[in-house]
């Protein structure tokens, strides 16, 4: 079964991979570095114009980064917003993410504290510096 986003990107050839859905029904999304920000961009057009949390986890010792977005589609009269969940996974050794600043810029803060803590590098991001850390911490 997929969610109405990623049938939307299977129909127009792009690449993903759905992890299924959670408890409330949003499904979650896997992309690759390389593919966010086209996917981020389309999602933004494709209406989910509100971008509700950015975080970042240690996926296993010694394995994956990942940097998570909650996106949910805001729309006038609709009590029920729909929600996506998208996952960008990254190596630990140099990992590197497009940052959705540009698009959201609430991801401002949060991508932030992402590099802050773990140390993935959001490409393009205006003010990525460290926020808690001193500059010597590897993440």
Known sequence: ???????????????????????????????????????????????????????????????LLASVYHLTRIEYGVDQPEEVCIKVFAPRINPRIPSVFWIWKSADFQERESYDMLGISYDNHPRLKRILMPESWIG
């Not at 127009?12 to 859905?21: A, P």
């Not at 989910?48 to 970042?56: E, V």
Request: charged share 15%; aromatic share 16%; hydrophobic share 35%.
């Open 1 to 63: 079964m997929q969610g109405r986003l990623s049938a939307w990107l299977v129909k127009h050839g792009f690449v993903h991979r759905s992890l299924g859905f959670d408890y409330q029904g949003v499904e979650t999304l896997q992309i690759k570095p390389e593919d966010w920000h086209s996917i981020a961009v389309i999602s933004y057009v494709y209406g989910y114009n509100y971008l509700r949390s950015q975080c970042a986890y240690d996926v296993a010792p010694g394995g």
